[in-house]
């Protein structure tokens, strides 16, 4: 730590100065993430900060973070920045990473991915608020996958290709909206080996999960059809599927 404090009007101190991590923990809604080892620097100053290159390493997956950060005129804090990140598998540190419905969702949805994760440049912003609650945030970009599983009304295993994805909420009292853009280059669903498989899956504001259209290769045919998942309840979800061949 290098820190740099001046005395100003009222009482009042200014803050400046540099951070280097080597280890530290962090609770994102109530999910413990251990960082085992950090590298790079964070620098703050009365008015925000930077941090540059912050490579962050987890139980299976390794992080590397470029943004900036400006303090409100609320007190809040805002930030935003880009990430790449390599990960052995969807390790419970990325899982507690997710916003609470999006990781209620993929738990729902059984969605696991056994291979390789790996994602460059993805793009976020957020808000925490004076008393260091997550406010609004925004996150984007793309990731790639070998063994992905999801159960949305039918088994699906062995997913390998890519997924654009857009994750957000407006504020505190609102509910987190998703987009996920698949495209598999291969996966199995129901048994069955398909190819060139496109879907697009939202995530409502409802609790809902829809998929308008998916298609994929099958035996020399195409198959296509929608799916939507309806909001989780002590019963759990209902699912509707319309498949055409």
């Known amino acids: ?5 001046t005395p100003g009007a009222d009482n009042e101190w200014a803050f400046a100065g540099t951070l280097k991590f080597k280890s530290f923990s962090l609770n994102i809604s109530g999910s413990q ?30 992080a590397v973070v470029d943004g900036s950060f400006i ?41 696991g991915v056994s291979g390789p994760i ?14 260091g609650t997550l406010e609004a945030f925004r996150a984007n970009g793309q990731a790639t996958a070998r063994g992905l599983t999801l159960e949305p009304g039918v088994a699906m295993t062995d997913g390998a290709g890519s ?16 987009d996920l853009a698949c495209m598999l280059d291969s996966v199995r669903a129901g048994g069955v080996s398909l190819s060139a498989a ?22 020399g045919g195409r198959v296509s ?13 209902e699912y509707q599927i319309e498949t055409q061949a």
């Open 163 to 178: 997924v654009d994805f857009s994750v957000r909420r407006g504020s505190h009292a609102d509910r987190t909206t998703w």
């Open 71 to 111: 303090r409100m005129p609320d007190g809040g804090t805002a930030a935003q920045g880009t990430v790449d990140l390599q990960a052995a598998s969807l390790v419970p540190g990325l899982l507690a990473a997710m916003p609470p419905p999006l990781r209620e969702a993929a738990a729902d949805l059984k969605m």
């Open 1 to 5: 730590l290098d820190l740099r404090v």
């Open 118 to 131: 790996a994602s460059r440049g993805a793009a976020f912003s957020l808000t925490i608020g004076t008393d």
């Open 198 to 219: 496109r879907a697009d899956v939202k995530g409502l504001a409802t609790g809902e999960v829809v998929v308008p259209q998916f298609s994929a290769e099958c035996h």
């Open 225 to 237: 059809g929608r799916v939507h998942v309806g909001p989780g309840t002590a019963k759990g979800r």
């Open 33 to 62: 993430i251990d960082l085992a080892r950090c590298e790079g620097e964070v620098s703050f100053d009365p008015a925000g900060g930077r941090f540059q290159q912050l490579s962050l390493t987890g139980t299976g997956w390794t």
